[in-house]
């Protein structure tokens, strides 16, 4: 069996990164009339920022997730899992690194957004805990702002 982990991401894997995310999120493309926003997204500025982390096995990468501390709150502003590694626990797992990460820099939440028409993601994020703080419409998607609290 593979060993999966998850680590920051690394420079020359920003194409396989762009194909992970293009993956997981093509099936919302007809839904919400255009390429959600994390296939538009800059993935080597980010990787500089090392803001991305990627969910890999000893051969390829499975997941994405972009993450980055703001104020008192991680920030959760993508995870993408390839289509075929879905329903596993590797989103589960991925946000759980999150957790992680929020907790040793002491932030007293996660906040995230996901598109209002993506809701199998809203789905996922309550049974995770996560309370919806808002709706509007946002760089021309119709979204909606989740928040966890941790303890």
Do not use: W
């Not at 090392?50 to 703001?70: C, F, N």
């Not at 999150?98 to 907790?103: F, I, Y």
């Not at 906040?111 to 709706?135: A, C, I, K």
């Amino acid at each position: 069996m593979n060993v999966r982990t998850i680590r920051m991401a690394k420079a020359d894997e920003h194409e396989a990164i762009t194909q992970c995310v293009r993956a997981a999120y093509s099936p919302y493309i007809e839904r919400i009339g255009k390429e959600p926003a994390p296939m538009l997204a800059d993935y080597p500025s980010l990787i500089e920022r090392r803001v991305v982390y990627v969910l890999t096995d000893e051969t390829e990468i499975l997941g994405v997730l972009v993450m980055m501390p703001q104020e008192q709150a991680m920030f959760v502003e993508n995870i993408a899992i390839y289509p075929h590694y879905q329903g596993q626990g590797l989103g589960r797992t991925l946000m759980a690194f999150v957790e992680q990460h929020a907790l040793e820099r002491n932030l007293q939440e996660i906040s995230l957004y996901t598109n209002e028409l993506m809701t199998e993601n809203l789905r996922f994020y309550q049974q995770l805990g996560f309370v919806e703080t808002d709706r509007y419409l946002q760089d021309g998607y119709r979204r909606v702002f989740l928040r966890k609290k941790l303890a």
